[in-house]
């Protein structure tokens, strides 16, 4: 079957880096996506990674191992407005590139 | 520029009853998608519109059902709601040539609850 895991809270210190991990198994795997949604509003696109490799914007950056079915999202300099859920979702070949999502990783913010 | 826009927001419905939520999607995209979204959980794929037409189809039954118009605003109706239908209904739009990174625009969906 097709599955993406994610931790589901994560919890840091405003100011400090985190980073949230996904791995996933799909048979088509074509890229990963991550998408932040805070509480009560639509989902936004963050990164994508089609290669390994790490993919930097800003303060936001996405890393993929093909070989590991393995991702994360790197968060650095955290600011309070970064609380919110964040989703990892796979494209996938055999699913016709439609988006398969993880359950979404709650980032707790701290001050 | 108008980003995608969802109608209702909110609403409530009873069982057995049905529901058309609407959506325009952002300016210059012609492909819309519907997905489902419990609380607590990613959102699930219910399908796509590209041309009028119903392009792709996740895992969903036949009482969910759509129509894409020719200004490529789109409908999502539900038939005979059950309880588990209540969630958060979110409309995604993209440009077909954008397909390959990903990237889809959301509306801030349409929260249902079925009593």
């Known amino acids: 079957g097709q599955s993406l895991e994610q931790p589901s809270e994560v919890t840091a210190v405003e100011g400090a880096i985190v980073q949230i991990n996904c791995t996933y198994q799909?048979?088509?795997?074509?890229?990963l996506s991550w998408y932040q949604q805070h509480d009560g509003g639509a989902p936004t696109f963050l990164s994508y990674?089609?290669l390994d490799g790490l993919e930097e914007t800003g303060r936001f950056s996405s890393f993929l191992s093909r070989s590991d079915s393995y991702g994360y999202l790197l968060l650095q300099e955290l600011q309070m407005k970064d609380s919110a859920s964040y989703f990892c979702?796979?494209?996938?070949?055999?699913?016709?590139?439609?988006?398969?999502w993880g359950a979404g990783t709650k980032l707790i913010i701290k001050p | 520029d108008a980003g995608v826009t969802q109608s209702p927001t909110h609403l409530i419905k009873t069982r057995g009853q049905q529901v058309t939520l609407r959506c325009s999607p952002k300016?210059?995209?012609?492909?819309v998608s519907w997905y489902q979204q419990a609380l607590g959980q990613g959102p699930q794929f219910i399908f796509q519109y590209y041309e009028e037409e119903e392009r792709q189809r996740g895992n969903f039954p036949d009482r969910f059902s759509g129509h894409q118009f020719p200004n490529y605003s789109s409908e999502l109706n539900v038939n005979a709601l059950l309880l588990g239908d209540s969630a958060l209904y979110l409309c995604?739009?993209?440009?077909?040539?954008?397909?390959?990174?990903?990237?889809?625009?959301f509306g801030e969906g349409s929260r249902l609850t079925v009593l």
């Open positions: 995604a739009s993209s440009h077909e040539l954008g397909k390959n990174t990903g990237e889809l625009f």
């Open positions: 799909t048979s088509g795997f074509y890229g």
């Open positions: 990674n089609g």
């Open positions: 300016s210059g995209h012609d492909t």
């Open positions: 979702a796979v494209r996938d070949r055999d699913s016709n590139y439609q988006l398969i």
